[in-house]
């Protein structure tokens, strides 16, 4: 993995270290698939968990179930993160419980049907649950974090953020903004103690594919992980100080090029004239000749 791309491990340990604990983490989507997998992991970790959902029987199962098998606190917070008043109550735990060390932003959903099959209010939904309340809930933890001298926030992106091709276009643009939120967030964040991760997994069986309306069974089993790996993957990127961790692919050398060709022509994307490819003969002289006048 590329400098640009790696993160410095020592901010992770003083990060831990300044709390005197392992710390405690807030996981949204916690009740199944991803995210109740990275429950288990956590707290396995000495992490106290405060578990997001809608689905309370759920919550409380795999609350109890944690509680006894590692001893760690874990509280649960039902919530719909569609519905203002109780996106708030997410918003208020993360501003007031100054033990909250991370946050997991992972509740999401996602479709396979193209445009004209789309509902448009079922698309806005998930505007609003993929971004809005991604970027709510990290707008919320942040200035707690800085205050507090550090924290990390992992953000369950996709890698239909980087191919959008491949399923629902409105999934895979939420899910781009997920990942440019997150570069944005690592730049302007990381000299202050808080690491930032994007997830970029690929097909992962859980209940994600029967809600986007294509049954897992229907892929071709050797592009489908099992949540537990993908997990697994995405926590030891996270400890190899990953800011983007894309647990399939092999070669990290391929994303480095993608991530190497980006930064290329960062410089070059704001210029005064045209490219000359377009054959337009540049006003910026004749604009500063007026502006002078
Ligand atoms: P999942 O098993 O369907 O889990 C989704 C989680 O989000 C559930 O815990 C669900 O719980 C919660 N959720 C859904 N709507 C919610 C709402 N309005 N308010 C609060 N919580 C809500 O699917 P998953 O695969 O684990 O998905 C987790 C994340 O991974 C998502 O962001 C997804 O986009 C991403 N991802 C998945 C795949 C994949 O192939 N599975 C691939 C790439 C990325 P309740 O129903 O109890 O609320």
Redesign the pocket.
């Known amino acids: 993995m590329s400098d640009e791309t790696k993160q410095d491990r020592s901010q992770i340990e003083t990060t831990t270290a300044s709390s005197g604990s392992v710390g405690k983490a807030l996981i949204?989507?916690?009740?199944?698939?991803?995210?109740?997998i990275y429950a288990d992991r956590l707290a396995r970790r000495g992490l106290d968990l405060i578990l997001?959902?809608?689905?309370r029987e759920?919550?409380d199962a795999l609350a109890n179930r944690l509680a006894d098998e590692t001893g760690r606190s874990i509280e649960v917070l039902v919530?719909?993160?569609?519905n203002n008043a109780?996106l708030a109550r997410v918003e208020q735990a993360l501003r007031t419980d100054d033990e909250i060390s991370m946050l997991v932003n992972?509740?999401?959903?996602?479709a396979t049907a193209p445009l004209v099959n789309s509902d448009i209010d079922k698309m806005t939904e998930m505007i609003d649950?993929?971004v809005t309340?991604v970027v709510r809930l990290t707008y919320a933890v942040v200035p707690e974090f800085l205050k507090r001298g550090g924290g990390t926030i992992v953000n369950?992106?996709?890698?239909?953020g980087i191919a959008p091709e491949l399923l629902n276009g409105v999934?895979g643009a939420t899910?781009a903004f997920v990942l440019a939120f997150s570069l944005s967030l690592h730049k302007e964040l990381a000299a202050k103690h808080i690491r930032i991760q994007a997830v970029?997994?690929?097909?992962?069986?859980?209940?994600?594919?029967s809600?986007a309306g294509t049954s897992v069974e229907h892929l071709p089993s050797q592009i489908v992980m099992t949540?537990d790996d993908l997990v697994d993957a995405a926590i030891a990127g996270l400890d190899q100080g990953e800011l983007v961790t894309i647990p399939s692919l092999p070669e990290i050398a391929d994303w480095d090029a993608y991530e190497k060709a980006r930064q290329k022509m960062i410089p070059k994307l704001s210029l005064s004239s045209p490219a000359a490819r377009y054959g337009i003969t540049s006003r910026t002289h004749e604009k500063h000749q007026s502006t002078a006048l």
């Open positions: 949204t989507g916690a009740s199944s698939g991803i995210g109740a997001v959902a809608r689905n759920r919550l919530a719909d993160l569609n109780d992972n509740a999401g959903f996602g649950l993929n309340a369950m992106a996709s890698i239909v999934y899910k970029l997994p690929g097909a992962t069986a859980t209940e994600f594919w809600i949540a």
